[in-house]
Nanobody
Framework: QVRLVESGGGLVQAGDSLRLSCVAS????????MSWFRQAPGKQREFVAG????????TVADSLKGRFKISRDGTKYTVYLDMNSLKPEDTALYYC?????????????????????WGQGTQVTVSS
């Protein structure tokens, strides 16, 4: 049974940093992409960053480049999201998802439609 578990969220102040983790289990994900999305109240789910697990190729949302970085643990299906200089508008529920590479190639890593599995999310709240 595939399971994605996110952790690392919390309440921080503007300007602080956080590292989120997502652990995937119950399957072999070498031919997958893993990505972070976020959703704030009243807004649509938004792509944050993604990584192709076989090539380590990364993509970060244009608006977040320079502040957010995605990486993976080489020995495990664990993906990290390093968030720096956090702003109140970064407040959201952050989700991890996995997508098979054919979907990444067909739909693009930013499109949530291709993701097969999602975690429950971890809340990030940034106070001003």
């Amino acid at each position: 049974q595939v399971r994605l578990v996110e952790s690392g969220g919390g309440l921080v102040q503007a300007g602080d940093s956080l590292r989120l983790s997502c652990v995937a289990s119950g399957g072999s994900f070498s031919g997958y992409s893993m990505s972070w999305f976020r959703q704030a109240p009243g807004k649509q789910r938004e792509f944050v960053a993604g990584i192709r697990l076989n090539t380590y190729s990364t993509t970060v949302a244009d608006s977040l480049k320079g502040r957010f970085k995605i990486s993976r643990d080489g020995t495990k299906y664990t993906v990290y999201l390093d968030m720096n200089s956090l702003k109140p508008e970064d407040t959201a529920l952050y989700y991890c998802g996995v997508e098979p590479l054919p979907s990444t190639l067909r739909l693009g890593i930013r499109n949530p439609a291709g993701y097969e599995y999602w975690g429950q999310g971890t809340q990030v709240t940034v106070s001003s």
